[in-house]
């Protein structure tokens, strides 16, 4: 049974870096695409990034491109999510998810974490 795990989320400053991890294990790591998906209160979930398989190709929400960057080690079984020049706007509670297409999509998306709160304070 496919589990991912997240972890890092915390309280940070406005303008201060996080990053983020997804630990993953009962599926073949390296033949899913990885996403992270946040949802602040009261608002629908919203897509962040994702990486394909090999990690050679990423795709970002305008809102998080140039500060976040999505990575992958697949040795490890792992995905980060590594965010820069944090704003109060990035609140949210943050998960991962895999699946089988590289989409901003969050319904393409077949296995899901159970999030981590990143609270950003201004």
């Known amino acids: 049974q496919a589990q991912l795990v997240e972890s890092g989320g915390r309280l940070v400053q406005a303008g201060g870096s996080l990053r983020l991890s997804c630990t993953v294990s009962g599926l073949t790591f390296n033949t899913y695409s990885m996403g992270w998906f946040r949802q602040a209160p009261g608002k629908e979930r919203e897509f962040v990034a994702s990486s394909s398989w090999t990690g050679g190709h990423t795709l970002y929400a305008e809102a998080v491109q140039d500060r976040f960057t999505i990575s992958r080690d697949n040795a490890r079984n792992m995905a980060y999510l590594q965010m820069n020049n944090l704003r109060p706007a990035d609140t949210a509670v943050y998960s991962c998810?895999?699946?089988?297409?590289?989409?901003?999509?969050?319904?393409?998306?077949?296995?899901w974490g159970q999030g981590t709160q990143v609270t950003v304070s201004s």
């Open positions: 998810a895999a699946g089988k297409v590289m989409v901003d999509r969050s319904r393409a998306y077949d296995y």
